[in-house]
């Protein structure tokens, strides 16, 4: 029986380095003498990466025949409304989201970010087609999208341009989320037609939203703080 010169671990005969600390094994009493074969196999039985070209026909191809085959069920069979509408928004999100991870990998995360946006906006266009009036989505819905996708590319651009740390990482949501809320609640008010422009719930979260940013922007400016909060998150 031997042991690892360095951690002590207990080693099998036909081992050549430490499984832990990888030192290699030396046994004085058997130099010359050969290593007994390994008791496990060589090679690592994985299965084999699926291509992401092939992940990417299997994607469309599946994509492809739920809206179709829902458009044609919707056609022939339940044709009350254009319920398949709904169906084939959701399969255009989907193409969409995946299109920069499986087909394309080099594109550049604001143009991804913008036809995510636009894809979203599509897929309410066609649920706010089958209902009554479409003026919600024209006040509200297709506002909020642009927005949010708004925040996403800024969010996006500054963790590109300025390598941001988790310190000014959260700063910047911080900012980002009480514009968001605080638009959000104008342009309900808005659609209500309610134009005293006055602030109820996105006050408190611009609130909140403004004592994390002091505190955050004070660690940021006091290099002792930082380092200090930097130690303690192990960040
Ligand atoms: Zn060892």
Do not use: I
């Given at each position: 029986m031997s042991y690892c010169v360095n951690c002590g671990v207990e080693l099998e005969a036909?081992?050549?380095?430490?499984?832990?600390?990888h030192t290699p094994v030396i046994n004085l009493k058997e130099v010359g003498k050969e290593f007994p074969?390994?008791?496990?196999?060589?090679?690592?039985g994985q299965v084999e990466e699926v291509k992401r070209k092939d992940l990417g026909i299997l994607l469309s191809v599946v994509l492809i025949a739920t809206g179709g085959t829902c458009l044609l069920l919707n056609l022939l069979?339940?044709?009350?409304?254009?319920?398949?509408l709904q169906v084939i928004g959701i399969c255009i999100c989907l193409f969409v989201f995946t299109f920069p991870l499986v087909?394309?990998?080099?594109?550049p995360p604001s143009l991804s970010l913008l036809a995510d946006g636009a894809a979203v906006a599509v897929y309410l266009y066609m649920i706010a087609y089958l209902t009554p009036s479409t003026v919600w989505f024209w006040q509200l819905g297709l506002p909020i999208v642009a927005l949010f996708f708004l925040c996403l590319e800024i969010f996006v651009f500054l963790l590109r341009k300025i390598p941001l740390t988790m310190l000014s990482g959260a700063l910047c949501l911080f900012v980002e989320i009480p514009l968001f809320c605080v638009s959000l609640e104008l342009l309900i008010r808005n659609m209500l037609a309610d134009y005293t422009m006055r602030l109820s719930w996105s006050a408190v979260v611009l609130t909140v939203c403004a004592i994390i940013d002091v505190a955050l922007v004070t660690i940021l400016v006091k290099k002792r703080l930082r380092n200090e909060v930097r130690r303690r998150l192990h960040f």
């Open positions: 036909s081992l050549k380095e430490c499984p832990l600390c074969p390994s008791p496990y196999p060589e090679n690592k069979v339940f044709d009350r409304s254009l319920w398949s087909y394309y990998r080099k594109m």
